[in-house]
């Protein structure tokens, strides 16, 4: 599968963006998503993740109440929506994506096998 990550930009401190990840490719339902983020001179961490079904939900703790991920199978497209954004959400923001994500293993990066090529979000204060 193939990932296009398109949506970021410049936002003021409070605002929202919602971030999108088309997938190309066949069974994109058969796929566990997953956004990641990394800012300069950090390491990438997790944001939030999302099973094949949609029945199940992850998040950061720095996102939980303010960030929403979600996904449409018949689009072949997952979202980030992302409300109340802080200074400290910008970064180039990642989708991913994995066939076999285990439950345990969806905060770690290493364990996806598909990567978008990211899109930067800027929150100015």
């Known amino acids: 599968v193939q990932l296009q990550a398109s949506g970021g930009g410049l936002v003021q401190a409070g605002g929202s963006l919602r971030l999108s990840c088309a997938a190309s490719g066949r069974m994109f339902s058969s796929y566990h998503m997953g956004w990641f983020r990394q800012a300069p001179g950090k390491e990438r961490e997790f944001v939030a993740a999302?099973?094949?079904?949609?029945?199940?939900?992850y998040y950061a703790d720095s996102v939980l109440g303010r960030f929403t991920i979600s996904r449409d199978n018949a689009k072949n497209t997952a979202y980030l929506q992302m409300n109340s954004l802080k200074f400290e959400d910008t970064a180039v923001y990642y989708c991913?994506?994995?066939?076999?994500?285990?439950?345990?293993?969806?905060?770690?990066?290493?364990?996806?096998?598909?990567w978008g090529q990211g899109t930067e979000v800027t929150v100015s204060s």
């Open positions: 991913a994506a994995d066939r076999n994500l285990i439950v345990t293993a969806y905060r770690n990066p290493y364990e996806y096998d598909y």
């Open positions: 999302i099973r094949r079904n949609g029945g199940s939900l």
